[in-house]
């Protein structure tokens, strides 16, 4: 079962499984089945898998797709995922299209080569290239993210967000803080401002100002700052002294802000702590703080996961651990998109092909514009093995 080379494969048949654990999200929605069967999948869909994403049994059998048991879904050629299934029951070769986060989660990379699974990390996915832009299940979410996390702080703060004028007295627009404009950062600095607020914004890339100024948002400039961004578009790891300055200089500003959003987030590794206790205590009561990364250890020192606290000075701190969960419809619909888009690319002559000049599967080639030191594209591991490019992840696993 499955394909590892240019021959391809007879069969193209699709599993989508019900996720684990808290995770509200369907890996595809009904409406990208006939898609999907147009381009000659035959989809199998584990019954449940879409309740908690708002769509029934009967709606993905109204498009074609088959409803079936766990097991059945299981064992098709290909697997479409949100979070990994358990590779122990998987066979030589099968197929799997999630989200592993590798680098944060060895073990699992492990468990996926000793099952000698072929292993797709959508998160890995090389986000400069164009084409690679409609498949970018970082950006879709993280985008959904942003807008949550604006929601939920205007939902606990304790005052009004817009300017309003009235009878009794004019209510001042409230401060928002959002700290980073990534994808998340910049939805999140928009969002607050259609809502009426004044809204400050960092980043560690002096670049993002004419994107944070252009979405409404006012920039908070650090003396000292330069362009901190890796190959692959990503934050690079920020030097203590750096980052104790833009936390000191960004806190202060944030001392008198009704919300913080804080969406630091750094490719592989923990997240950083933007938002020191010691900053905590000097916001001021009633203040909210929704910190997008509480998932991989938070930005907040305070914050507790999948948790909403209150700090002894009256901070509350939202420590919600899937912020595109909260929008499931949503977040499945858009997931679901860029899934079938994925899935599609592969397709050649009624069989997947996973082609070895795709730069989106294996990187880009040396001499391009996109070639990333020691990275590949989203295939992680084939045959027991990690892919040849995959060298800094080959470092982790050991």
Request: charged share 20%; glycine share 10%; with cysteine.
């Amino acid at each position: 079962m499955g394909c590892v080379d240019q021959t391809g494969v007879s069969e193209m048949k699709l599993g989508i499984l019900a996720e684990g654990g808290d995770e509200t999200r369907v890996a595809i929605v009904p409406n990208s089945i006939p898609k999907l069967m147009k381009n000659g999948f035959e989809v199998f869909v584990e019954s449940g898998a879409g309740i908690s994403a708002h769509h029934a049994d009967s709606e993905y059998d109204a498009k074609g797709a088959t409803i079936v048991s766990r097991d059945v879904a299981m064992s098709s050629e290909m697997l479409i995922c949100i979070t990994p299934p358990d590779f122990s029951l998987l066979s030589d070769g099968q197929m799997i299209a999630c989200v592993a986060d590798p680098f944060r989660n060895p073990d699992r990379i492990r468990q996926a080569m000793d099952a000698k699974v072929t292993l797709m990390s959508m998160d890995m996915i090389p986000r400069r290239i164009s084409r690679a832009q409609a498949m970018d299940v970082n950006s879709s979410q993280d985008n959904l993210a942003g807008y949550k996390a604006v929601l939920m702080g205007a939902a606990q703060v304790p005052k009004g967000i817009p300017m309003m004028t009235t009878s009794a007295g004019t209510v001042r627009p409230a401060k928002f803080v959002i700290m980073g404009s990534g994808v998340a950062g910049l939805q999140a600095i928009a969002t607050a401002k259609r809502l009426g607020a004044i809204v400050y914004a960092s980043d560690v890339r002096k670049s993002a100002a004419e994107q944070i100024e252009s979405v409404g948002g006012r920039f908070i400039e650090v003396e000292g700052m330069d362009d901190f961004e890796d190959e692959s578009g990503y934050a690079k790891p920020l030097t203590p002294e750096f980052i104790q300055k833009v936390n000191d200089t960004v806190c202060e500003v944030a001392a008198d802000a009704d919300v913080i959003v804080t969406t630091a987030r750094i490719f592989g590794r923990p997240a950083p702590i933007t938002v020191p206790a010691s900053a905590v205590a000097n916001f001021k009561a009633g203040s909210v703080i929704v910190d997008m990364n509480a998932d991989v250890g938070g930005n907040c020192e305070m914050t507790s996961p999948g948790e909403v606290i209150t700090s002894d000075n009256g901070v509350i701190i939202v420590g919600t651990t899937n912020l595109p969960g909260q929008l499931s419809s949503t977040a499945s619909m858009l997931y679901s998109n860029n899934l079938t888009t994925f899935v599609i690319s592969l397709v050649t002559d009624g069989e997947i092909v996973l082609d070895p000049d795709d730069d989106i599967l294996y990187g880009a080639p040396e001499d391009s514009d996109f070639y990333v030191p020691g990275m590949g594209g989203v295939l992680v591991c084939m045959d027991g093995v990690i892919h040849e490019k995959q060298t800094r992840l080959s470092e982790v696993i050991g």
